[in-house]
């Protein structure tokens, strides 16, 4: 029988799986604004088509979205379709931890 050992994860997952402290950064800001952008989605209950439609985006990209793939969004247009669904983005600038 073998131990595991289990190692506290840091506040960003995506530092743990590799990428760049930038990069990592920039994927957690937008992954946030993708849930945030889903829950919308979820408690307006639109189809793929309702929320192309009401986003101005054609359905593959609403697919990508539902999907998760983060490559495919940039910050700029995450907080366009947020707006377009009632949503307001505020940005919080702190110093970092060492």
């Not at 760049?20 to 307006?44: F, G, P, T, V």
């Not at 377009?84 to 505020?90: D, F, H, R």
Request: glycine fraction near 6%; hydrophobic fraction near 45%; proline fraction near 1%.
């Amino acid at each position: 029988m073998s131990e595991n050992t289990i190692t506290q994860a840091d506040d960003n997952i995506f530092i743990d799986l590799g990428f760049s402290a930038e990069e990592a950064e920039n994927l957690l800001i937008r992954s946030q604004l993708m849930l945030a952008l889903q829950n919308q989605i979820k408690h307006h209950g639109w189809t793929i088509e309702q929320t192309a439609q009401n986003l101005r985006q054609s359905k593959d990209q609403i697919q990508a979205l539902t999907q998760g793939k983060i490559g495919q969004f940039s910050v700029d247009i995450l907080i366009v379709m947020l707006n377009q669904v009632g949503m307001t983005v505020k940005v919080e600038i702190c110093p970092k931890v060492a």
